[in-house]
T-cell receptor, first 114, second 115 residues
Framework: DGGITQSPKYLFRKEGQNVTLSCEQN?????MYWYRQDPGQGLRLIYY???????QKGDIAEGYSVSREKKESFPLTVTSAQKNPTAFYLC?????????????FGPGTRLTVT | AQSVAQPEDQVNVAEGNPLTVKCTYS??????LFWYVQYPNRGLQFLLK??????LVKGSYGFEAEFNKSQTSFHLKKPSALVSDSALYFC?????????????FGQGTELSVKP
């Protein structure tokens, strides 16, 4: 899992509440990513950021928000507008130097909303 | 657009036998290809990548993958499987023109190695 931490590992929330998932990296990577994993669907990109104070929507951004105020941190907020928030959430980071395109992943946060 | 297909949801092999996990891709321009492994309730671990050069790429834990441009494939292989190789394997692709660094992942293949 490298130098990427996600907290907490398990998170439980009631429907209608916003919740923020933490992602911190000490790898000095420029780019950071948030993915959602559901059984049988692989990983789907929620948001990504290549530099501080800038981020782009991924394939399934609706109902989520992010910020990138520091290079090391890329928190994800799951809002009450997300219709099916229960899932395993993975944060990743990468450097952007040519040839070094692999992403490194954190251990994940399993969110359960009831 | 870029995409990856992993045609097998599950692969079963006996310990000591060779294993292959299949991956095909679709991308504009040259591809950058990756394999990752995931153990239960853990993040993904990077295994290997193809960026350019030799079509046979060697990675962690004895795994290797062969890039085949004509068949648009990047199959993961290991000469002798271990029970500890049992996990979920993901193939991912990024096109050379993709400046955003986005990877597209396949749906994953569950590898089961029996003693």
């Amino acid at each position: 899992d490298g130098g990427i931490t996600q907290s907490p590992k398990y998170l439980f929330r009631k429907e209608g509440q916003n919740v923020t998932l933490s992602c911190e990296q000490n790898l000095n990577h420029d780019a950071m990513y948030w993915y959602r994993q559901d059984p049988g669907q692989g990983l789907r990109l929620i948001y990504y950021s290549q530099i501080v104070n800038d981020f782009q929507k991924g394939d399934i951004a609706e109902g989520y928000s992010v910020s990138r105020e520091k290079k090391e941190s890329f928190p994800l907020t799951v809002t009450s507008a997300q219709k099916n928030p229960t899932a395993f959430y993975l944060c990743a980071s990468s450097i952007t130097t040519s040839g070094r395109y692999e992403q490194y992943f954190g251990p994940g946060t399993r969110l359960t909303v009831t | 657009a870029q995409s990856v297909a992993q045609p097998e949801d599950q692969v079963n092999v006996a310990e000591g036998n060779p294993l292959t996990v299949k991956c095909t891709y679709s991308v504009s321009g040259n591809p950058y290809l990756f394999w990752y492994v995931q153990y239960p309730n853990r993040g993904l671990q990077f295994l290997l990548k193809y960026i350019t050069g030799d079509n046979l790429v060697k990675g962690s834990y004895g795994f290797e993958a062969e890039f085949n441009k004509s068949q648009t494939s990047f199959h993961l292989k290991k000469p002798s499987a271990l029970v500890s190789d049992s996990a979920l394997y993901f193939c991912a692709v990024r096109g050379v023109y993709n400046q955003g660094g986005k990877l597209n992942f396949g749906q994953g293949t569950e590898l089961s190695v029996k003693p």
